[in-house]
C-alpha cells in the first residue's frame, strides 16, 4: 500500500523485485576496499545471475566498484585509470540496466562519491552524492527514476527535490554498517516517505 517494495532472499546475495513490467535485481555484497579488479568481476558474475532470473535493472551498493572506506586511496593518480579500466569491462555488458557506485573525478579534479546509470555501454548519466544534478532522473521501459546516496535519503529536502521531478521510483545505493536495531528503523523510516511522497523506494546495502 505504501509503495514500498521489500523482499528477503537467504543468502543475502541477490534480492529480486517485481515492479510493474520490469525487473529489479538488487546486488548485496560487500567490496574488497582498494580491489578494482576483483570487485568489478564480482558485479560482472551478478549481473550474469541477475540476467539469468530476467533482471531489467540491477542495483549495486555505494561505491561498489572501489569499496567504501577507501580513504587515501581515492588520491592515488592511478584511480582515474583504474576505474575507466572498470568501466571499459562494464560497458561490455548488454540488455540490462546497471546502477553502480564509484568516485568521479571531475574535470577541475574534484573527487565524488557517485552513481553511474549505464545501458548497453552507454552512461545515461551520473549523479553525486549530496548533489541534484538534472541527470539524476533517467526514463526506463516508461517509468521514471531518481538516483540517491546513503545520506540523501535522510535529508528531507533532497528527497522531497527528486519527487518534484515526477519520479516513480528512487533507487537508493548504501555502504551502511549493521547496528541493532538500525534495520528497523530504516524500514520504518523509508515506509513513511514513500507513504509521503506517494513513491517506490528501492534500497540496497552492502
Known sequence: DNKLKLCTYPDRYRILLEMKNFNIALAQFSPHIGNIEANTQKMLEQIDAAKQQQADLIVFPELSVIGYGAEDLLLRP???????QAFAALREVK????????VHQAEDGQRYNSAAVMKDGQVLGVYNKQNLPNYSVFEYLGHKFGVLICEDLWALPTVQQVAQLNVETVLVLNASPYEVGKPQHRILTMKELAKQLQLNLVYVNQ
Not at 540488455?95 to 564509484?102: M, Q
Open 78 to 84: 592511478s584511480l582515474a585509470k583504474r576505474t575507466e
Open 95 to 102: 540488455d540490462i540496466v546497471l546502477v553502480f557506485g564509484f
